[in-house]
């Protein structure tokens, strides 16, 4: 089977299985602590930011690529994050790096009653090892592919890495049972297969 197959499989099929699956791992089992980070990656031979959220254990509650890093990419990232998660899902704090970004993006969304005003964020940069660590673990696959041509490519890719991540880390566990081939069964009983 040429590369190029299983290139165009990914293509189609990732963008549909984040989001047929999006509700069994997107669900955070941390809500007292999310860490937000941002990572690069090359796109079209150009550098581009990956950000990412995850909870304390490591789960992976949501990401956004972006072109630029700045105020209006925190801005989209986090608007997304707190459109997405109910009421009883969002933390009492974030964490992110000393990025002025964030600081920004989040006083922007309390003034405009986006997200609760009581949500604590710390700008200490080692309560963020566990974000860190977990970019690795993910730039490690990335590198093994033959690289992005553009931002749709690099961000259906994504998803279903992150997807598959997430499967991996146990986030949808509960979903099936304790079952042997877990997430086989749960991906048959949502694609109906």
Same mark, same amino acid.
């Given at each position: ?5 299983? =290139?165009?499989?990914v293509?189609r =099929?990732?963008?549909e ?5 999006r509700?069994?791992w997107?669900?955070p ?7 937000m ?10 550098w581009?930011?990956?950000?990412r959220?995850?909870?304390q254990?490591?789960h992976?509650?949501?990401? =956004?690529?972006?072109a630029r890093?700045?105020s209006?990419?925190?801005y989209s ?8 998660? *109910?009421?009883?899902q969002?933390?009492?704090?974030i964490?992110t ?5 964030y ?5 922007r ?11 604590e964020?710390?700008?200490i ?11 690795g673990?993910?730039?490690r696959?990335i590198?093994?592919?033959l690289?992005f041509?553009?931002?749709k490519?690099a ?8 997807v598959m991540r997430?499967?991996r *880390?146990?986030q949808a566990?509960?979903?099936? =049972? ?7 069964c749960l991906i048959?009983?949502v694609?109906g297969l």
């Amino acid at each position: 089977m040429d590369h190029s197959t299983i =290139y165009r499989w990914v293509q189609r =099929y990732a963008p549909e299985m984040e989001k047929r699956l999006r509700w069994y791992w997107r669900n955070p089992t941390d809500l007292h602590s999310w860490h937000m980070d941002e990572t690069y990656i090359k796109v079209k031979g150009r550098w581009t930011y990956l950000y990412r959220a995850v909870d304390q254990r490591g789960h992976t509650i949501d990401f =956004y690529l972006s072109a630029r890093r700045n105020s209006k990419s925190a801005y989209s990232f986090l608007g997304k994050f707190f459109n997405t998660v *109910k009421k009883w899902q969002i933390p009492r704090v974030i964490n992110t790096d000393k990025a002025a970004t964030y600081g920004h993006a989040l006083s922007r969304l309390k003034r405009e009653g986006k997200c609760p005003v009581d949500i604590e964020h710390r700008q200490i940069k080692y309560k963020n090892n566990v974000i860190e660590c977990d970019h690795g673990k993910l730039k490690r696959i990335i590198r093994a592919t033959l690289g992005f041509k553009s931002m749709k490519t690099a961000y259906a890719t994504i998803k279903g890495i992150e997807v598959m991540r997430a499967l991996r *880390k146990g986030q949808a566990s509960s979903f099936y =049972y304790g079952q042997p081939q877990g997430e086989v069964c749960l991906i048959n009983r949502v694609f109906g297969l």
